[in-house]
């Protein structure tokens, strides 16, 4: 599955006004200060790339889900402002994504300039792929570049509606991610191992199907190994369970054979970190299947990591999407944290799938040790189940 498209060096930039949707939908705080630039900085080598030769650069982007119309929690300044200091050059932030004082901003443009459009998503029309808003926002421009993997899953105005109308190349980012989570599914250097963890089955039941022929070994852990006691016939007490999902978990128990990994121990609690004060819930660790009647398992035990980490450090190929308990609080966090220190450790290529497992991998420290962290989580999960994304299928082939 080598990379087919077109990308920013196989078009010349010089002089042209360049819209590049990127993904800068990144996590604020109340005050609205961003708590974490990750997918900020990993836009940077295609936008200092077109810069750099010349481009007129204009940026678009959603951030959170407004409702309907422009609100100001969703404004995009912070990142204008964050932007400008990772590029040591102005980025200024447009009023709007469309319209005649945009075209004006974008008129006065010089080479090497850089706009960021106001949030897309301020426009209903965005999520809805509307064909007039997706021309007016490739009328300002001459070429179109998608960055945003993010967000490439998704048919949308600014990610696929433009392409029609524009020619239509991959950033660097882009092809990266493809290149990465393409290579290592197809050519995988072996032992290749994948760790799916995170709350619903169901979520995974596409991957599960797409990676299990593919893997050495498939380890399950968080919410989801719950689901697959249960179908073992297993008590699990007051823990996660997806009931639609038995009849798929027990097929897929009778497929794996020796090939699926489930955890032996569990740390279980007397109620939910989400639903009461974490500081007085009681914890244990238990065998898996003497979880008490009237307890929920929040976390992998130690024996289950030791052996993860005995796995991992064999492994060559190693892919990581979601996580092994509920890490967003301290005392359920030691599986999450563990299997993260295990690929840190390892030799193998370590692929981190977006969203919770980025965000804990990012969160404990560890995100400089992997030798890929997906900026998408959605995208990342539809590309494994070998699903095509839209907003890369409008790309022009090489």
Same mark, same amino acid.
Request: hydrophobic content about 45%; overall charge negative.
């Given at each position: 599955?080598?990379?087919?498209?077109?990308?920013?060096?196989?078009?010349?930039?010089?002089?042209?006004?360049?819209?590049?949707?990127?993904?800068?939908?990144? $996590?604020?705080?109340?005050?609205?200060?961003?708590?974490? *630039?990750?997918?900020?900085?990993?836009?940077?080598?295609?936008?200092? /790339?077109?810069?750099?030769?010349?481009?007129?650069?204009?940026?678009?982007?959603?951030?959170?889900?407004?409702?309907? !119309? $422009?609100?100001?929690? /969703?404004?995009?300044?912070?990142?204008?402002?964050?932007?400008?200091?990772?590029?040591?050059?102005?980025?200024?932030?447009?009023?709007?994504?469309?319209?005649?004082?945009?075209?004006?901003?974008? !008129?006065?443009?010089?080479?090497?300039?850089?706009?960021?459009?106001?949030?897309?998503?301020? /426009?209903?029309?965005?999520?809805?792929?509307?064909?007039?808003?997706?021309?007016?926002?490739?009328?300002?421009?001459?070429?179109?570049?998608?960055?945003?993997?993010?967000?490439a899953h998704r048919a949308h105005?600014?990610?696929?509606?433009?392409?029609?109308?524009?020619?239509?190349?991959?950033?660097?980012?882009?092809?990266?991610?493809?290149?990465?989570?393409?290579?290592?599914?197809?050519?995988?250097?072996?032992?290749?191992?994948?760790?799916?963890?995170?709350?619903?089955?169901? *979520?995974?039941?596409?991957?599960?199907?797409?990676?299990?022929?593919?893997? *050495?070994?498939?380890?399950?852990?968080?919410?989801?190994? /719950?689901?697959?006691?249960?179908?073992?016939?297993?008590?699990?007490?007051?823990?996660?369970?997806?009931?639609?999902?038995?009849?798929?978990?027990?097929?897929?128990?009778?497929?794996?054979?020796?090939?699926?990994?489930?955890?032996?121990?569990?740390?279980?609690?007397?109620?939910?970190?989400?639903?009461? *004060?974490?500081?007085?819930?009681?914890?244990?660790?238990?065998?898996?299947?003497?979880?008490?009647?009237?307890?929920?398992?929040?976390d992998i035990g130690p024996v289950?990591?030791?052996?993860?980490?005995?796995?991992?450090?064999?492994?060559?190929?190693?892919?990581?999407?979601?996580?092994?308990?509920?890490?967003?609080?301290?005392?359920?966090?030691?599986?999450?944290?563990?299997?993260?220190?295990?690929?840190?450790?390892?030799?193998?290529?370590?692929?981190? !799938?977006?969203?919770?497992?980025?965000?804990?991998?990012?969160?404990?420290?560890?995100?400089?040790?992997?030798?890929?962290?997906?900026?998408?989580?959605?995208?990342?999960?539809?590309?494994?189940?070998?699903?095509?994304?839209?907003?890369?299928?409008?790309?022009?082939?090489?």
């Open positions: 599955m080598s990379f087919n498209k077109k990308t920013v060096e196989d078009v010349d930039v010089a002089g042209k006004r360049v819209l590049v949707r990127v993904d800068f939908n990144v $996590p604020q705080d109340d005050t609205g200060a961003i708590t974490d *630039d990750r997918r900020i900085r990993a836009a940077l080598p295609t936008i200092q /790339y077109l810069s750099g030769k010349g481009a007129r650069v204009i940026l678009a982007s959603h951030l959170g889900r407004p409702k309907g !119309g $422009p609100t100001p929690k /969703y404004s995009l300044n912070p990142v204008a402002e964050r932007l400008a200091q990772l590029l040591s050059q102005p980025v200024p932030l447009a009023p709007d994504s469309v319209g005649p004082e945009v075209q004006a901003l974008v !008129g006065a443009l010089q080479n090497g300039d850089v706009l960021l459009l106001e949030n897309v998503r301020f /426009y209903p029309e965005e999520e809805k792929n509307d064909p007039e808003y997706a021309l007016k926002l490739a009328s300002l421009a001459e070429l179109f570049v998608n960055d945003a993997f993010g967000t105005a600014s990610t696929e509606g433009v392409a029609h109308h524009l020619p239509a190349v991959a950033g660097f980012l882009l092809k990266k991610e493809l290149d990465y989570l393409g290579e290592t599914v197809e050519n995988p250097a072996r032992p290749f191992v994948a760790i799916l963890g995170g709350a619903k089955v169901k *979520d995974k039941i596409p991957v599960i199907e797409s990676l299990l022929p593919k893997v *050495d070994t498939l380890i399950i852990v968080g919410g989801m190994s /719950y689901t697959f006691f249960k179908a073992q016939g297993k008590e699990i007490g007051k823990s996660l369970l997806d009931l639609n999902s038995l009849d798929f978990v027990a097929k897929v128990q009778a497929e794996a054979g020796d090939k699926l990994m489930l955890p032996v121990d569990v740390t279980v609690a007397d109620g939910n970190p989400f639903d009461v *004060d974490p500081a007085t819930l009681h914890t244990k660790v238990v065998p898996v299947g003497e979880i008490p009647a009237d307890w929920e398992g929040v289950t990591l030791k052996a993860i980490a005995a796995v991992l450090g064999g492994a060559k190929t190693v892919l990581w999407n979601g996580p092994a308990g509920i890490f967003e609080f301290p005392q359920f966090a030691a599986g999450t944290i563990g299997v993260a220190q295990a690929l840190a450790d390892s030799a193998a290529t370590t692929i981190v !799938g977006g969203g919770d497992s980025a965000a804990a991998v990012e969160k404990f420290g560890f995100a400089d040790q992997m030798t890929h962290i997906s900026t998408g989580g959605g995208a990342s999960l539809e590309f494994l189940e070998g699903k095509e994304l839209p907003g890369v299928a409008a790309l022009l082939d090489k």
